[in-house]
């Protein structure tokens, strides 16, 4: 099994707090995160990073969390990269979508602590 300092997870969330948070509790975890605020930046990381997770926002600028899993999952590159999507957006039919897309699971932020989160992570990376 993996130990969280050689897993890399590329976060893709353009709201500043929710980043912050993110990176820095990862981080604490062990893990080695990579922070991007768009989808279009996501894409590119991803294919020069090769994360072992891409935790996914949804309603990003440039290019919305969607547009940018249709890409990754798309590439064979980078198809069987896990994708956990965590978004404001609770609506069935969003969460169907990016299921639909590849995504492994879809969060509503609101509805997930970041504890909750990691140890949800931990079950796709490993890691103690």
């Not at 990176?23 to 072992?52: F, R």
């Not at 956990?84 to 979508?97: F, I, K, P, T």
């Amino acid at each position: 099994m993996s130990t969280p300092n050689n897993i890399k997870i590329l976060v893709a969330e353009d709201d500043e707090v929710y980043g912050k948070v993110y990176l820095n509790k990862l981080t604490k975890e062990g893990y080695q995160v990579i922070l991007v605020k768009d989808g279009k930046e996501a894409v590119e990381m991803t294919k020069k990073e090769k994360p072992n997770l891409i935790l996914l926002d949804i309603i990003m600028p440039t290019m919305d969390g969607f547009e940018a899993l249709k890409i990754i999952k798309s590439d064979p590159e980078t198809k069987n990269i896990k994708v956990l999507v965590m978004s404001n957006l609770g609506q069935e039919s969003d969460m169907a979508r990016a299921k639909e897309l590849g995504a492994e699971e879809y969060f509503v932020k609101a509805s997930i602590s970041i504890s909750e989160l990691i140890e949800k992570l931990k079950r796709y990376v490993g890691g103690v």
